[in-house]
């Protein structure tokens, strides 16, 4: 089965930037979708962005645009999220998910599989 780990989180101050990583072991991610989506306490699950499998389509949540980058690089089997300009309210608990449809879709039922996810605290 498909396992995804998260990396890259932690605590930033406002306008801060991280990179996000969303890994694969034994098996490749060329052939998934990719979607980020965060957590916050107490809030539902919402989307943040997602790149299809050839990363030649992306989209992004309109809180996120202009701020956020998804990315992939199928050589390290690594799809990233790259956030700038970061504020208080992107703090939430990052996940990445993967879909078996290859396609970028901005709804969680798409997805099949899902990581662990990683902390992102944005605080002064």
């Known amino acids: 089965q498909l396992q995804l780990v998260e990396s890259g989180g932690g605590l930033v101050q406002p306008g801060g930037s991280l990179r996000l990583s969303c890994a694969a072991s034994?098996?490749?991610?060329?052939?998934?979708?990719i979607g980020w989506f965060r957590q916050a306490p107490g809030k539902e699950r919402e989307v943040v962005s997602c790149?299809?499998?050839?990363?030649?389509?992306?989209n992004y949540a309109d809180s996120v645009k202009g701020r956020f980058t998804i990315s992939r690089d199928n050589a390290k089997n690594t799809v990233y999220l790259q956030m700038n300009s970061l504020k208080p309210e992107d703090t939430a608990i990052y996940s990445c998910?993967?879909?078996?449809?290859?396609?970028?879709?901005?709804?969680?039922?798409?997805?099949?599989?899902w990581g662990q996810g990683t902390q992102v605290t944005v605080s002064s």
């Open positions: 998910a993967a879909s078996a449809q290859r396609a970028c879709f901005m709804s969680s039922r798409n997805y099949n599989y």
């Open positions: 034994k098996f490749t991610l060329d052939y998934y979708g």
């Open positions: 790149i299809n499998s050839s990363g030649s389509n992306t």
